[in-house]
């Protein structure tokens, strides 16, 4: 794929909603909605998600006169990631969104980001919902010093010893997230593997009517009334030393 020097065509990282409830018109800015309504090329983690948002969106263009290409899942991502943005050289813009919050943090996508780097493309992150960093800000915990941890071991061992580790990191928050069908079980485990003065918040359905968010030492979340439910959650987790 040759450079683009002189092309006013750009990939816009465009950021999705955290959830079918979500109210488009609420969460993310006029400006953004108005760019999205102005591309007719996508690349996307989902494509029947995208669709859906899309249409929430009120995209003026019919749904099925739209590119929309999904993010390869192969080993050979880069070679086909850097196929992707071939539409630019013609000089179309490019969507790039992920199934919800912002591409490339805790998403795919930042191979496709590089490789536009590489060819002199223009990056044009958009404003939007960021998950983690909301549940970060509603803590009440250290954002001067964070670490993201992604998903937790599988293993259950394995899986301990992280929680302790970061625990004992007492300089930092550490942020972490698990599938919405383990939300529950992970919450009733970490009451039993923290220690009781460790704060923790957790922060479900964000930006959702269903939000909830709850934050206190752990020995005060075993009395606690706040309904945890197998939904999106973001764990944080730390010290009130920092």
């Known amino acids: 794929m040759e450079s683009v020097t002189e092309s006013t065509a750009s990939l816009y990282l465009i950021p999705s909603l955290l959830g079918d409830t979500a109210d488009p018109f609420a969460v993310l800015p006029t400006t953004v909605i108005e760019r999205v309504r102005t591309l007719r090329f996508f690349v996307v983690e989902n494509a029947k998600s995208t669709r859906r948002f899309l249409k929430l969106l009120d995209h003026p263009t019919p749904l099925q006169q ?3 290409n999904e993010l390869p899942r192969s080993e050979q991502r880069a070679a086909l990631e850097e196929g992707l943005l071939d539409p630019i050289q013609h000089g179309n813009s490019i969507g790039l969104i992920s199934e919800a919050g912002l591409p490339c943090i805790a998403d795919p996508g930042y ?24 549940a970060l800000m509603a803590s009440g915990l250290c ?3 964070f670490t993201f941890h992604g998903y937790l071991p599988h293993e259950r061992e394995a899986r301990h010893a992280a929680l302790k580790e970061w625990e004992a990191a007492r300089n930092y928050t550490h942020i972490f997230i698990e599938t919405p069908y383990r939300t529950k079980k992970l919450s009733a485990e970490l009451l039993d593997v923290l220690n009781p003065s460790t704060i923790l918040s957790v922060a479900l359905d964000l930006t959702l009517p269903s939000q909830q968010i709850h934050r206190a030492p752990v020995r005060e979340w075993r009395v606690d009334s706040f309904l945890i439910r197998d939904v999106p959650a973001v764990f944080v987790l730390g010290s009130e030393n920092l």
């Open 66 to 68: 739209l590119s929309i």
């Open 111 to 134: 191979g496709l980001v590089a490789a536009a780097h590489a060819a002199h493309i223009p990056i044009e992150p958009l404003v939007g919902p960021s998950s983690l960093l909301l």
């Open 143 to 145: 954002g001067q010093r």
